[in-house]
């Protein structure tokens, strides 16, 4: 139990272009949703937090017209990179949370993960 | 906000032999440690937690101890298996939900 994917798994595109990145909990309903991005060889860095319904957190540092966030509804979380430069090439990560059954509330799944290169 | 400090940054061991990661932290406030296994081009895997109401965790090779009073919790890993080579990253949290990660340790089991 307790699955969350992502996709695409890896992405290409030309600077300028916009990418969406989508984030799913498979078997259990996300009441809150996080976004993370990693550089080569180094810690996970929160981007944003999202909780169904509502507006995403950013946190400080990240330009949340450059990185949308829209968290639809309790099994689906999207990311999308605007007008995307060589420079937001990264692996972007996201992680759900829930109130389940045996779980405590504050376990986080994480997805497999996005490989984006903008060229 | 909290600070988190993973040690070392590098661990090599023989197959075999124990491996141990040591994490501290900073606000006495988080309750939740939790240790993810990162392999090269994957997403974090939970291999094991801890709450601040539990000084000890095992399963099976792997156990994590915490100290509350130094605020200090390590994993530990017995029997390593070349399998067991990976990134791994310790985080501390309390309810709110934001984790906060250590900086990762890089373990290299040699055959």
């Known amino acids: 139990g307790a699955v969350v994917s992502q996709h695409p798994s890896r992405v290409i595109c030309k600077s300028g272009t916009s990418v969406k990145i989508e984030c799913r909990s498979l078997?259990?309903?996300?009441?809150?949703m996080f976004w993370y991005r990693q550089f080569p060889k180094q810690s996970l860095m929160l981007m944003a937090t999202?909780?169904?319904?509502?507006?995403?957190?950013?946190e400080q540092g990240v330009e949340k017209d450059k990185f949308l966030i829209n968290h639809a509804s309790l099994t689906l979380s999207t990311l999308t990179v605007t007008s995307a430069h060589p420079e937001d090439s990264s692996f972007y990560i996201c992680?759900?949370?829930?109130?389940?059954?045996?779980?405590?509330?504050?376990?986080?799944?994480f997805g497999p993960g996005t490989r984006l290169t903008v060229l | 906000g909290e600070n988190v400090e993973q040690h070392p940054s590098t661990l090599s061991v023989q197959e075999g032999d124990s491996a141990v990661i040591k994490c501290t932290y900073s606000?006495?406030?988080?309750?939740?440690f939790p240790w993810y296994k990162q392999e090269l081009g994957k997403g974090p895997q939970l291999i094991i937690d801890?709450?601040?109401?539990?000084g000890e965790k095992k399963d099976q090779r792997i156990a994590v101890t915490l100290n509350k009073t130094a605020k200090h919790f390590s994993l530990h890993i017995t029997e390593t298996q070349p399998e067991d080579s990976a990134v791994y990253f310790c985080?501390?949290?309390?309810?709110?939900?934001?984790?906060?990660f250590g900086t990762g340790t890089s373990l290299t089991v040699i055959p």
């Open positions: 992680s759900a949370s829930a109130l389940l059954a045996g779980v405590g509330p504050n376990e986080q799944f």
């Open positions: 078997d259990f309903q996300a009441t809150t």
């Open positions: 999202s909780n169904e319904g509502s507006k995403a957190t950013y």
């Open positions: 606000d006495s406030a988080s309750n939740y």
């Open positions: 801890i709450r601040s109401n539990v």
């Open positions: 985080a501390a949290t309390f309810t709110g939900n934001q984790f906060y």
